[in-house]
């Protein structure tokens, strides 16, 4: 599975972005698909992901304000992020997992100035 993340830019703080991904493989053959975020000095942490039974499960410090869907027909995700702080900047990176192999996209800089 190849992904390509894109959408991330500077923005200023309360405003929204959306950040897509496009999946090289069908939305179907994916068991988990989402994102994961990595600001400097810090952990990799979830985002949003969805899985295979339509769940979305969501980082304690987006919810409410991000939300993930998808594009069946043009093999894409996003992920659309609202009422965006400061402490959003960070890398984002798109994945997915397939037959328990994790995939990661190639990772989309946004930046949230104050």
């Known amino acids: 599975v190849q992904l390509q993340a894109s959408g991330g830019g500077l923005v200023e703080a309360g405003e929204s972005l959306r950040l897509s991904c496009a999946s090289s493989?069908?939305?179907?053959?994916?068991?988990?698909m989402g994102w994961y975020r990595q600001a400097p000095g810090k952990q990799r942490e979830l985002v949003a992901v969805?899985?295979?039974?339509?769940?979305?499960e969501y980082g304690d410090s987006v919810k409410g304000r991000f939300f993930i869907s998808t594009d069946v027909e043009k093999r894409m995700f996003y992920v659309k992020m609202s009422r965006l702080k400061p402490e959003d900047t960070a890398v984002y990176y798109c994945?997915?997992?397939?037959?328990?192999?994790?995939?990661w996209g190639q990772g989309t800089q946004v930046t949230v100035s104050s």
């Open positions: 994945y997915a997992q397939q037959t328990s192999t994790n995939y």
């Open positions: 493989e069908s939305i179907y053959s994916l068991d988990v």
């Open positions: 969805l899985r295979s039974d339509g769940i979305p």
